[in-house]
Structures are given as structure tokens and as C-alpha cells.
């Protein structure tokens, strides 16, 4: 059973835009802080936003200013906005809910390159 599924990933040149979405497929989704994490080849899974259930944010000091991650608990969906991409948040992107569980989506890839 899918629980979160992200999508919104592809080839951006630098200096451009994305945006990600994680859709949950899970009761009582608005309780859940939920965070993006990014993991580049040969190098750790990290932290780069959260949200928490009161929608206060949090950003890693690599995207701050570039990034924003919101929530729309309707739609049971947490979004992350990419601007003025560099080709260092090239990654594989995944969201991370947590509450009584912690669900983890399957990544959608974010390529920056000319």
C-alpha cells in the first residue's frame, strides 16, 4: 500500500525552477510533520525542509532563501518550491512523514544541468 508518492522532478537548467509534490495516502495526514530530504550519488540522504502540523517551517542554510516548503492539508499534499537552482541540488528527492509512523516516499529525481 502506497503511502506517499512525489512527483514534479526533471531537468532544469541553473537559475530555474521546480516544483515538488508529496501526496499522502494517510489518516490523519495534518497531524504529521513532513520533510524533504535529498540524497546525491556517493553522498548522504540530508535534510533540506520541514513542515510541522502547525505549518512552522525549517530550512537547511544550503536552500534557505531558494526553497519553501508549504502544506495543503486538503489535498493532503506538502510542496516544495525550487528556485534559482545551482547544479548541487541535483539529487533524488524524497518526503518524509512522521508521527505515530514515519512513511517515506520513493524519491523523484531533480537534475540541474546546462
Known amino acids: 500500500q502506497v503511502q506517499l508518492v512525489e512527483s514534479g522532478g526533471g531537468l532544469v537548467q541553473p537559475g530555474g525552477s521546480l516544483r515538488l509534490s508529496c501526496v499522502a495516502s494517510?489518516?490523519?495526514?495534518?497531524?504529521?510533520?513532513v520533510g524533504w530530504y535529498r540524497q546525491a550519488p556517493g553522498k548522504q540522504r540530508e535534510l533540506v525542509a520541514t513542515?510541522?502540523?502547525?505549518?512552522?517551517?525549517n530550512y537547511a542554510d544550503t536552500v534557505k532563501g531558494r526553497f519553501t516548503i508549504s502544506r495543503d492539508n486538503a489535498k493532503n499534499t506538502v510542496y516544495l518550491q525550487m528556485n534559482s537552482l545551482k547544479p548541487e541540488d541535483t539529487a533524488v528527492y524524497y518526503c518524509r512523514a512522521t508521527w505515530t509512523y514515519v512513511y517515506w516516499g520513493q524519491g523523484t529525481q531533480v537534475t540541474v544541468s546546462s
Open positions: 494517510i489518516s490523519s495526514f495534518s497531524r504529521y510533520a
Open positions: 513542515v510541522t502540523s502547525s505549518s512552522s517551517t
